[in-house]
């Protein structure tokens, strides 16, 4: 009889041809054959960890059986097994399980072109390649924290923020960098939709016993995208559970989401409730400084180096979101490796027309922001003018101007002007929401939904 080792590579060519080649890559490729008992028809897989061996049992047995039936001319059962050799293999990469990882989420644009890679950690999401600046600084500081003493600085962390601001990468670092002090921590990462999928999954191949054993007897979970857990009232309540057994055994937990907590409707109370009793930081946009030096960063990277102006160029243009920041300046980058030629700043403003047409499409009107700041706190659009001054009025009409201030770059006395105020008014406006955002938990909140609203 043929060695286990060599029937499997029979039957890998096999399932080359049956599967899609990304699965195949995805999930099977790393797989080994560890035995072959004859006399029970027993196949034995060895996969890198009890995860990987829940997934392959739940979505690939039947075809693995099929397969192993075509080449052996029998029926056999195949069952999984994890091999500690694999997790040397993988280590390089620190991965931690099988499922590609959300750090590879497709982008729109130039950088689709880029593979898919195949661990779940993205190995450049580290804390060495992240800026660190007044937008980011203190959930910068938090993540460090939890790598330094997991479980017991701050639990659960939670980070939100706007789109590409760095959230993924934040989550990605901390992984890699527990992953590199302790090789065999047990550490999943994963979205909330991920969560859901293999929850219903879980249910539908009736493995839910396993399915919570895997979660529950984590050391760490890193939950990205947690808003997806809106409305999802089964595996909401599956992943409340799990929050439960890890918190309780002081196993850390750390979540992001582009929201706070109290934010993502349809999440069950008692959840938000859990979420908010660690440590919330928000990541925020980067402001000009900062842009040039993750432009810096990044092109440190690269053989091509542009001059300062054609950074600055990128940096002031783009404003809002890190991962446009980046892209536009792959896109030069490629176009000058493609054609070689020099790049001057036209050029530089010509390929990134659309990039930067996009960025500017709405600025903030002060207008946006009295309506919005009005509606919130179930004032009329009129009082913001007005010259009324009851406390009720007179506090969102600062947090109007207050914004106004931050979120446009308009004069002090323009925005005066539409306020039906003077620039003095304005300056103490700010210097009021301030003080009070300094002092008044519950009111810096209320203020930064309303930014945060107002920036998407
Ligand atoms: P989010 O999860 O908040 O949407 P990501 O973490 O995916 O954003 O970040 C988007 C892109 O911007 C990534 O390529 C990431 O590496 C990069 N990025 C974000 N913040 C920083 C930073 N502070 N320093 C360097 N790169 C950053
Ligand atoms: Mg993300």
Known sequence: MESAPTIWTTAQLALQKKLDRDSYERYLAGVNALAFDESKDVFTLGVLNDFSGLWLESNYKDVLEEVLRDVLGRRITIKFEVDGRLEDVAAGAATGSIIDGVGGEPENGDAAAEPVPRCRYRPDFTFDTFVVGSSNRIPYAAAQAVCKNPGKAYNPMFIYGGVGLGKTHLLQAIANEVAARRKRAKIEFLTSEEFVNLYVEAIQTKTLPSFRRHFRSLEILLIDDVQFFEGKVGSSEEFFHTFNTLHNAH??????????????????????????????????????????????????????????????????????????????????????????????????????????????????SVDAIQRRVAEYHDIRFADMTSKKRPQNIAVPRMVAMYIARKLTDMSLPAIGDSFNRNHATIIHAVATIDKRMAADENFRHNVNVLMRQLRS
Request: hydrophobic content about 40%; glycine content about 2%; some cysteine.
């Open 251 to 364: 196993k850390q937990i750390i979540l992001a989401s582009d929201r706070t907590p109290q934010e993502i409707s349809g999440l069950e109370q008692r959840l938000v409730s859990r979420f908010d009793c660690g440590l919330s930081a928000e990541t925020l946009p980067p402001d000009l400084e900062m842009r040039v030096a993750i432009l810096k960063k990044k092109q440190e990277t690269q053989t091509i180096k542009f001059p300062d102006e054609i950074l600055f160029l990128i940096a002031n243009r783009i404003t809002s979101n890190i991962r446009t920041l980046e892209s536009a300046l792959t896109r030069l980058i490629m176009n000058v490796s493609a054609f070689g030629s020099e790049l001057n700043l036209e050029m530089a403003e010509e390929l990134l027309r659309d990039k930067f047409e996009n960025e500017t499409a709405k600025p903030l």
